[in-house]
């Protein structure tokens, strides 16, 4: 793949926009099951945190104090069994600057690129948005988005540190005053501002994706112009889909056996219908979604809706 040739556009393309933990993931899998596509996988959110230019906080989001000794290991493993690797991206050579050339190149048999990515790492470089792509947006009820972005960050900690966490204190979130919700918003105001989103933008919500799967994909690809079929609706477990038509950091790979943020999307066979959430609730996803409650509402009145 040379991701440089000259810019030609397929028939389609498609950035998704989210948050993390919003289901992007196991949408992107239901998706790659769409025939002659090339998926690229969060490229920019590389770029905001392992490429050169990177200006995220990994170590405080994944709760890792040793985040250099981490990448250590990720390297290590990359280097030792390279051919496990080969089809991804190399972190030193993803800039901005090389995203966009990245997602506006030709990929020759494609009819369909699509893109995930999430909010966080773009509006500090809206400069660096693709041509020719028509944008969608991922939203989530925010109790169940960052409660899940909780629980994935305990996993990962010692009990002690784990007893006094607080989502809300970790810097990527004080970073997003208006928690990734209203982000999402001040994109959507800004595409529309310059004719690159219609004006009633193609939003999903998660849990009618997952309650009313075959409803919310039919409508979503009818509106992105791609080719729905009932076979999206279930899919293979495993990672066959990334060698198969991914476009994927290397390390996203390697990191991915260590910390498992991609696991409950790789083992995934289809949308399961949403489960309630828990009686107890930490405070600090309480004020968290609280803070996004607005926006996520403002957002969800314009989503695609079951029918």
């Known amino acids: 793949m040379d991701p440089h040739r000259r810019p030609v556009n397929p028939e389609r393309r498609v950035m998704l926009w989210g948050l993390p933990r919003s289901l992007s993931t196991v949408f992107l899998k239901c998706i790659s099951y769409v025939p002659d596509i090339q998926i690229i996988n969060e490229p920019y959110n590389c770029a905001a945190t392992f490429g050169p230019q990177g200006f995220s906080m990994p170590s405080d989001l994944n709760g890792v104090d040793e985040f ?3 990448m250590d290991d990720v390297r290590k493993e990359i280097a030792k069994n390279p051919e496990d690797y080969k089809n991804g ?3 030193e050579n993803c800039t901005f600057e090389w995203v966009k050339r990245t997602l506006e190149a030709d990929y020759p048999g494609k009819k369909v690129v699509f ?6 790492n773009i509006m500090q470089r809206l400069d660096s948005i693709p041509r020719g792509y028509k944008h969608t947006f991922l939203i989530r009820d925010p109790l169940k988005l960052f409660l899940s972005n909780r629980n994935l ?30 982000e999402l918003l001040d994109l959507i105001g800004y595409l529309k501002d310059r004719d690159l989103v219609q004006s009633s933008p193609i939003i999903i919500d998660a849990d009618d994706l997952q309650n ?3 409803s919310i994909l039919s409508q979503y690809c009818q509106a992105v ?17 990334v060698s198969r038509n991914w476009y994927i950091s290397k390390s996203y790979l390697a990191a991915n056996p260590m910390i498992g943020f991609y696991d409950n999307a790789f083992d995934s066979t289809k949308f399961h219908s949403t489960k309630d959430l828990p009686k107890s609730i930490p405070d600090d996803v309480v004020r968290l979604a609280r803070q996004a409650k607005p926006y996520y509402q403002a957002l969800y009145q314009m989503r695609i809706k079951p029918n």
């Open 68 to 70: 250099g000794e981490f």
């Open 89 to 91: 991206w190399d972190d």
């Open 115 to 120: 893109c995930k990515d999430f909010i966080f």
């Open 153 to 182: 960050s305990i996993d990962s900690l010692p009990t002690h540190i784990a007893d006094t966490f607080q989502l809300d204190e970790v810097s990527s979130w004080p970073m997003y005053p208006k928690r990734g919700y209203g």
């Open 212 to 214: 009313h799967p075959a």
């Open 225 to 241: 112009g791609i080719p729905y079929s009932d076979g999206l609706l279930t899919w293979e477990a495993g990672d066959m889909c």
